[in-house]
């Protein structure tokens, strides 16, 4: 990396190398990919229509399966849709967010000594409710029929059948499945 580079230019090689984009052709593919991402997450962000929701967030290419419930104020990444999957029978509350990425976007010190951008898939299971308020990191899975409680903040695999909550969040539950 060069001593000039701006933290906008550095951030958008980096995503441009993660989707295989190349040169000034590829810098408007990815322009073009994110707009619509952002105006199909802005369509879904505010609706009270959970299928309306379901629908623009799968056009953005996040996995999602039957059944399942949105409500508005869900914020899905925006870079990486794609590597969202949440299976049937899922809800999900207002105001959770779930990412799949993390970077110290402004920060080219941070990036080059030790805290890169890091990128890896978030999956939710079947059965899963993921309270209003829930934040979910990268590289995370929420366990089958397992609950987070509001306002929890999840940097670790849930594991099926519990309730979890806290900042960082925590078994608070082991669920009885008979």
């Known amino acids: 990396m060069e001593k000039n580079d701006d933290f906008h230019s550095v951030n958008e090689k980096e995503i441009m190398e993660y989707y295989n984009f190349k040169g000034t052709f590829g810098k408007f593919k990815l322009r073009t990919k994110f707009l619509k991402s952002w105006i199909l997450h802005s369509l879904a962000y505010s609706s009270p229509l959970s299928e309306w929701i ?24 925006l870079l990486y849709p794609q590597l969202i999957t949440i299976e049937d029978n899922v809800g ?14 402004a920060n080219l010190y941070l990036k080059n000594h030790g805290y890169p951008r890091k990128v890896e898939p978030v999956k939710i299971k ?6 209003p308020g829930t934040i979910i990191t990268s590289g ?13 903040v999840i940097g670790k695999d849930v594991p099926d059948n519990c309730v979890v909550g806290g900042n960082p969040a925590r078994v608070i539950k082991i669920i009885d499945v008979d």
Do not use: E, W
């Open 54 to 77: 379901i629908t623009m967030q799968r056009a953005r290419g996040v996995k999602i399966g039957k059944n399942c419930y949105f409500s508005p104020y869900v914020q899905l990444d």
């Open 92 to 105: 999900i509350g207002s105001n959770s967010i779930i990412f799949v990425h993390s970077n110290p976007t």
């Open 126 to 131: 079947s059965g899963a409710v993921i309270a």
């Open 140 to 152: 995370v899975t929420i366990g089958k029929n397992s609950m987070t409680m509001i306002g929890s």
